[in-house]
């Protein structure tokens, strides 16, 4: 039997989010229980997943708490969420995660969204849902600036470090396989572990996606001792992950995604994140908007990669 007081959160999400064009969910998901928007009613509370070292997506500040671009646009759709549900005492648990477990933690159910810097591909959603694509980077290495490593060749039977669980680890064994590379293909836990292998000389370079490694190389004691080299591998898209077969969640988060893309707050997150100091080291990545984003801001896709 189709849930009624799922009915009344969609029917309110959609009142709230009006002449967005997102308020058709399909009957049959309205029936799967459980969902998590009835889940959060029940109990209270909503658990958010972030990253420790994803800057400046997802990052641990100066105090310790989560703050970053995902986990502000999540802030805002844990406002719509309490909204939707009648829930104004709604209290928000924050929950670290890594590349590793951030999808096991999501299905079972310890995490209701996680907001960090996840690649939306075809692999990965077979196992859980992406919301709107909000950012595109690509696989960069990040090197001692005195290394002389500018590109991929440089790299040929050297130690490259990425981090575990991260589809620029895949996509580097890959590559590796495929050409014949020699690179000694090194895991780490996170990519603040990764960092740390080059700038110990445990690693040549650090593989990762291109934005994060601008933000550590930010963050470093001396910025200019480091490099982002190399052309990008593989652009991918980042969104936010939800659980599967959920289309009444999926529906309150695209919406919000899309009245912040449709209006000008989206491209204010951005300034602010990516072309402004943040905490807790006041640096400026200096990103601009990349062309793929830019599109992204009129298409409104979840489109993963390949």
Same mark, same amino acid.
């Given at each position: ?11 309110? @999400?959609?009142r709230?989010?009006s002449g ?9 998901a309205?029936? &799967? /229980?459980?969902?998590t928007?009835?889940?959060v009613? !029940?109990?209270g509370?909503?658990?958010? %997943?972030?990253r420790e070292? =994803?800057v400046?997506?997802? *990052?641990?500040d100066?105090?310790g ?7 502000e646009i999540?802030?805002?759709i844990?406002? &719509? ?8 005492d +709604?209290?928000v648990t924050?929950?670290?995660?890594? =590349?590793q477990n951030?999808?096991? +933690?999501?299905?079972? %159910?310890?995490l ?7 690649t939306?591909?075809s692999?990965r ?8 694509n909000?950012? *595109?980077?690509?696989?960069?290495? +990040?090197?001692n !600036?005195?290394? @002389?490593?500018q ?13 575990t669980g991260? /589809?620029?680890y895949q996509?580097?064994?890959n590559?590796n396989?495929?050409q014949? +590379? ?5 895991g780490a836990?996170?990519?603040?572990d990764?960092f740390l292998?080059?700038?110990q %000389?445990?690693a040549?370079?650090? !593989?990762? #996606?291109d934005?994060l490694? *601008?933000?550590?190389?930010? %963050?470093?004691?001396?910025? !200019? ?7 990008p591998?593989q652009?991918?898209p980042?969104?936010i $992950?939800l659980r599967?077969d #959920? ?6 988060? #695209?919406g919000v995604?899309?009245q912040? $893309?449709?209006g000008?707050e989206?491209? =204010? ?8 100091p943040v905490?807790?080291?006041g ?6 908007m =990349?062309?793929d984003?830019q599109?992204?801001?009129?298409e409104?896709s #979840?489109?993963?990669?390949?």
């Open positions: 039997m189709r849930s009624t007081f799922t009915q009344r959160m969609v029917l309110a @999400g959609c709230a989010l967005l064009g997102l308020c058709l969910v399909l009957s049959s309205l029936a &799967q /229980t459980p969902l928007l009835e889940r009613k !029940a109990s509370q909503i658990a958010v %997943g972030y070292s =994803s400046p997506f997802s *990052y641990l100066g105090s708490l989560p703050t970053g671009f995902s986990w999540c802030g805002r844990v406002e &719509q969420v309490k909204r939707v549900t009648g829930r104004a +709604l209290k924050p929950v670290a995660v890594t =590349s951030r999808i096991p +933690l999501l299905q079972n %159910g310890t209701d969204i996680e907001c960090g810097s996840t939306n591909n692999e959603a077979k196992q859980v849902a992406f919301a709107i909000y950012f *595109y980077t690509g696989t960069r290495f +990040l090197v !600036a005195s290394s @002389g490593v590109s991929l060749d440089d790299l040929k039977g050297k130690r490259v470090v990425s981090t991260s /589809t620029n996509i580097m064994r590559l396989a495929r014949n +590379l020699g690179i000694e293909l090194l836990r996170d990519h603040s990764s292998m080059v700038q %000389g445990r040549d370079a650090f !593989a990762m #996606d934005v490694l *601008y933000g550590l190389k930010a %963050g470093a004691n001396n910025p !200019a001792q480091w490099a982002v080299v190399g052309e591998i652009v991918e980042y969104a $992950m599967k #959920d289309a009444p969640f999926k529906q309150l988060v #695209d995604l899309t912040l $893309m449709k000008s989206f491209e =204010s997150l951005y300034k602010k994140w990516f072309q402004s905490p807790p080291k640096i400026n990545l200096n990103a601009p =990349s062309k984003l599109t992204n801001l009129k409104l #979840d489109r993963p990669a390949l």
